[in-house]
């Protein structure tokens, strides 16, 4: 079956610093990806939809200029969070598919953890 | 905005026993999936539903989508410790985006 994989899967950076985090499609080519937000014992939240070779496109309430999300190419996706704060500390879990009709393929997520 | 109302939020019962969580909505949904996510991992898909009323078995699972494709309801015969985890259900809208629900932690004690 279609695996998405998300690396990497746990994080720790002092506040301040950026964190990069990445999202392949490692069997088929996701023109669309999308990155979520997940606080503990709580459901997922929408952060961003990336579509490959155009801008991401951001919730409301989601800081692009803190969350940068590039879409480069059909097989990656990566999530920078700037200047990192404790608030930031958080799981992070990307999806991708094929096509709009296309089933969503779930990373196994990144745990950040902000000092 | 579309909004998904799961619950309960947390069940705690013992092996053995059954149960229902829900989902429910104002609004209507092309589809609708059910994932399973366990701690520290992504979500994964159990089931998607498509047609109002259709019911789907997944051995013990069991799951239906409401005949106005506006709620869904997963029941659980004779649930194991090894269905403990996070339950999501999430609703399929315009250009297939998800809408998750809040979420169902359930644990299962042997």
């Known amino acids: 079956g279609a695996v998405v994989s998300q690396h990497p899967s746990r994080v720790i950076c002092k506040s301040g610093t950026s964190v990069k985090i990445e999202c392949r499609s490692l069997d088929f080519q996701a023109t669309t990806m999308f990155w979520y937000r997940q606080f503990p014992k709580q459901s997922l939240m929408l952060m961003a939809t990336?579509?490959?070779?155009?801008?991401?496109?951001?919730e409301q309430g989601v800081e692009k200029d803190k969350f940068l999300i590039n879409h480069a190419s059909l097989t990656l996706s990566t999530l920078t969070v700037t200047s990192a704060h404790p608030e930031d500390s958080s799981f992070y879990i990307c999806s991708a598919r094929l096509s709009i009709n296309s089933p969503l393929h779930f990373g196994n997520g990144t745990r950040l953890t902000v000092t | 905005t579309q909004l998904l109302e799961q619950s309960p939020q947390f069940l705690s019962i013992q092996e053995g026993e059954n149960l229902t969580v829900y989902c429910n909505s104002s609004?209507?949904?092309?589809?609708l999936q059910w994932y399973r996510q366990e701690p520290g991992e992504g979500p994964v898909l159990l089931v998607t539903v498509v047609t109002g009323g259709e019911v789907k078995k997944l051995k013990r699972l069991t799951f239906q989508f409401g005949d106005a494709r506006k709620d869904s309801s997963l029941h659980i015969t004779a649930a194991q410790p090894g269905d403990t985890g996070l339950y999501l259900c999430?609703?399929?809208?315009?250009?297939?985006?998800?809408?998750f629900g809040g979420g169902t932690r359930l644990m299962v004690k042997p």
């Open positions: 990336s579509n490959e070779g155009s801008k991401a496109t951001y």
């Open positions: 609004s209507v949904f092309s589809s």
């Open positions: 999430a609703g399929a809208s315009a250009g297939n985006m998800l809408t």
